[in-house]
């Protein structure tokens, strides 16, 4: 009984808001999937790709010389491209998450527009459904941008200090 009211209550809420609205459920869908996976590698998989880095590193004879240097930044890069691997996709989400809302901002004033244009003007009732097509997109993409912004700047300074902390226990001390 509660899940279906809830579930008619989403139903009403993207009928007011578009289609464009449908498309923005996707996106955030999208982004806290792989918000939520980044997350779940940093408190689980990120310690064992560390531990079986250092522990290839300490088992070189020789740490000094220019070709240990090279190996050393391979070994880096490797698991900085794992730790890296979904921000891009997770930053690019964030910037997109506007730009939809406001494509939904444009929609709806389309149908306001058309709106007055078959009225005449007259009918406040007709164009509020217009209006909540314009606005109801637009609140949804600042939501989720803002709050993507906030886990995608988590996100990127958890890698860069886990980053940071795996070249210093690669140390090239013998």
Sequence with gaps: ???QMQLEA????????GPVLLWLGVLA????????ERVWYFQT????DMKAT???WEARNERTSWEAHQIREMLVSQV????FSSLPMVATLVALAPLM???GTVTGMIDVFHTLAVTGGGDAKAMAGGVAKATLPTMAGMVIAISGVFAKSYLERKAEVTTKLLEDHLTMDH
């Design 1 to 3: 009984m509660w899940l």
């Design 54 to 56: 250092v522990d290839n």
């Design 45 to 48: 998989a990120v310690k064992s």
């Design 101 to 103: 809302g406001l494509l």
């Design 80 to 83: 900085r491209q794992k730790i």
């Design 10 to 17: 989403l139903g009403q809420f993207l009928d007011k808001g």
């Design 29 to 36: 869908f999208i982004l806290w999937t792989l918000v939520f």
